[in-house]
């Protein structure tokens, strides 16, 4: 049994971990759409070979390959590595929506955490697997009411 991959703020984050991470991100992406490593490699701006060597995390991804990735694929690209060094990617298009959508959202992913929880009074792993959809959307509003609070703090500060 391995320890869990919790990083306080002033532990060191293994680049193995990291590239693994980001691996594993690649390889659910490339699951998820019914991608190829060749459709991996043309948004990253590299090869076949080379994308199948980042989603194994058998290499190191330059920063330019990493952006592209993160424009093309969000969160679900590098929020899971992001995540290692207490970070997440959020779209500066945040403020794109509107109030009652992401009451909706809201209120969608409260109705599958109270399922979820209704029988044993925790959400296990399969749960919030299943929840995804709901929590991203809902996160997502979440996301555009804050920027809505730093734009506000910028125009009244």
């Known amino acids: 049994m391995t320890a869990p991959h919790i990083h306080t703020p002033y532990r060191t984050v293994p680049a193995s971990l990291m590239l693994k991470t980001l691996g594993e991100s690649l390889e659910a992406i490339k699951h998820e759409d019914g991608a190829t ?10 090869s076949e070979d080379t994308a199948a ?15 592209r ?9 590098a929020n ?24 909706s959202a809201l ?3 409260l109705a ?5 929880v209704e029988d044993d009074g925790k959400i296990d792993d399969v ?12 996160a997502k509003h979440i996301d555009r009411l804050r920027d809505r609070l730093r734009l ?4 009244t500060g």
Do not use: H, I, Q
């Open 37 to 46: 490593d060749a459709d991996l490699g043309a948004v990253l701006g590299k």
């Open 53 to 67: 060597r980042y989603r194994t995390g058998l290499a190191e991804m330059p920063v330019v390959s990493f952006l």
């Open 69 to 77: 990735g993160c424009r093309e694929w969000d969160g679900r690209f």
């Open 80 to 103: 899971a590595a992001l995540a290692l060094v207490g970070m997440k990617l959020a779209p500066m298009n945040a403020a794109d929506g509107c109030d009652r959508k992401g009451f």
């Open 107 to 109: 209120c969608a992913l």
């Open 112 to 116: 599958e955490m109270a399922e979820a």
């Open 127 to 138: 749960e919030l697997l299943a929840m995804r959809p709901e929590l991203e959307a809902a």
């Open 152 to 155: 506000r703090a910028v125009t």
